[in-house]
C-alpha cells in the first residue's frame, strides 16, 4: 500500500514543495490501517479480508492503474522504450474507447472548454487504459467465483469477518437483503463511469472546474474514476454469491428434514 501510494511521485519529478512529506505521511498511515485491519481478530470495515483473491485483485487493479499511468506521463518528460510502448498502446485503448455515449467520451467531454489539446489526449489515453483495466478485472472475477468458485474452493465463509459493515440480525430475510444490496452495488457499479463525469461537469458551473494538467492530478482521479465502479461491481457480483451459497444451504437443510422419517 505505501508502494501504491508512492509511486506517480516516485516515477514523476516536478513535486510541490512539502509533496513529499505528505506522500510519505499518507504512505504511512494506509500500511498502518492494512496492517492492523489484517492482523486483528477483530474486523472493522476491510471487506472480505479472508475470502482471497477478492482484494489482492482489487488492489492489483489500483496498483496497475497508478503504475501504468504514472509510466505514460512520464513519457512527455523522460522518454523510453517503455514509456513509448505504453503510450502508444495507451492512445490505441483511448481512442478505440472513445466514441460517442462512452465513458471516456464523457471524461473528455468534462474537461473544461480551456483544456489544451494535450491535456485532452492525455485524459483520454488515461480514462481509457484505467476503464479497460476495470473492464479486465470485474470479468477476471466473475471467472474466479463462477468457474473456480469462490469463495467455497478455499472452506468455508465467515459472514462477520468478510462483510463487518453487514449485520445480518438487522432484521429481514438474509437473503433479500444480500441481493438487494448486490443489485445496488452492480447497478452503481455501471451507472457511475457515466454519471461521475456528468456530475463534475454540473459542478463546474458551481465552482473552479477540475483541472488535469498537473499528471498526479489526472492519474489520481482517472484512477478513482475507474475503479470505485469496478470495486462496487465486484461488490455486488460477491454478494450475490454468497445470497446464492446461504439460500442453497436452506434448500439442502429442508430437504434433509423432510426426509428424516417420523416416529
Known sequence: MAILVATPSLLLPGR???????????AILVS?????????????????RDAPPVNRMRFAALFLMILVLSIISKHKIEPTNLTAMLFGIGSLIGQGLDFPYSPVRLVILMLPDTASAMTIDAVRIAAGVTYMIALITVVMFVFVVRVLGWPTSRGAFNVWINLPLFDPTAGGDVVFRLRRESQINICLGVLLPFAIPAVVKFA???IDPITMNNPHTMIWAISAWAFLPANM???????????????EKRRRTYANAEAIPTA
Open 204 to 206: 463546474a458551473n458551481l
Open 233 to 247: 461491481a465486484m461488490r455486488g457480483i460477491a454478494m450475490m454469491r454468497i445470497a446464492d451459497l446461504i439460500e
Open 16 to 26: 510541490a514543495a512539502n509533496a513529499a512529506e505528505i506522500v510519505t505521511l499518507v
Open 32 to 48: 498502518l490501517l492494512s496492517f492492523v485491519e489484517y492482523y486483528t481478530e477483530y474486523p472493522s470495515f476491510v471487506e472480505f
